[in-house]
């Protein structure tokens, strides 16, 4: 299966920049997916990438680079509603012959005025 | 939102006792699957099912069972719990498209189910 890293937490400013690195090995790999998990709830959906290169919706983006094994989320003018956790997930491979997503650990990310 | 909903959605039990989580979908969609999220830890595949009756093992799959009897339902349970099941478990739904490449997965709101 896939090995998924990116880093615990992160501190950002509202109405800045933040991006969040995700890195996976390439063996096996299909695609890699970003979700948004506020405290309490469930993971929502934030993009999808397969081709290499940036992906834009709105305020995110997400970029895949699959000859480094790399992507990451890019949150642009930040709001303070951004404070959740951001999981890298995976998609390839599990090596039993199906498919399936590996998420990483996720990144906590707080929005601080 | 996609009509996922998980019951229960908060239960307590004690060491040694079976217990039966319930996933419920209006989606219609083919492949199902149960998570659990722990600290440190992050979503970790139990099990996960391509249609009715047809289902595999994921990552952390000792300990539990699962069943699908129809498309909407997709029921995990713990036929002896213990300690260490203590956890949110999340349900998921998903399709993939003609080339095998999978849409989102859509997660229920989660069930907290400690183990004393």
């Known amino acids: 299966g896939q090995n998924i890293d990116q880093p615990t937490e992160m501190t950002a400013t509202e109405g800045a920049i933040v991006q969040i690195n995700c890195t996976y090995q390439t063996s096996g790999f299909n695609g890699l997916f970003w979700y948004q998990q506020h405290a309490g709830e469930a993971p929502t959906f934030l993009s999808y990438n397969v081709l290499d290169g940036l992906e834009e919706k709105g305020r995110f983006s997400s970029f895949l680079s699959r000859s480094k094994g790399y992507s990451y989320l890019l949150l642009k003018e930040l709001q303070m509603k951004d404070s959740a956790s951001y999981l890298c997930a995976g998609y390839g491979d599990s090596g039993a012959g199906s498919y399936q997503l590996t998420f990483g650990k996720g990144t906590k990310l707080s929005v601080i005025p | 939102d996609a009509g996922i909903t998980q019951s229960p959605r908060h239960k307590v039990t004690e060491t040694g006792t079976p217990v039966t989580l319930r996933c419920h979908q209006t989606?219609?969609?083919?492949?199902m699957y149960w998570y659990r999220q722990d600290p440190g830890h992050g979503l970790r595949l139990i099990h996960y099912?391509?249609?009715?009756?047809?289902?595999d093992k994921g990552e952390v799959s000792d300990g539990y069972s699962v069943s699908r009897s129809k498309t909407e339902d997709f029921l995990l349970t713990l036929e002896s719990a213990t300690s260490s099941q203590t956890s949110v478990y999340f349900c998921?739904?998903?399709?993939?498209?003609?080339?095998?490449?999978?849409?989102?997965?859509?997660f229920g709101p989660g069930t907290r189910l400690t183990v004393t």
């Open positions: 989606e219609n969609h083919r492949y």
């Open positions: 099912s391509y249609g009715v009756k047809d289902t």
């Open positions: 998921a739904i998903s399709e993939l498209d003609r080339d095998g490449i999978p849409y989102e997965q859509y």
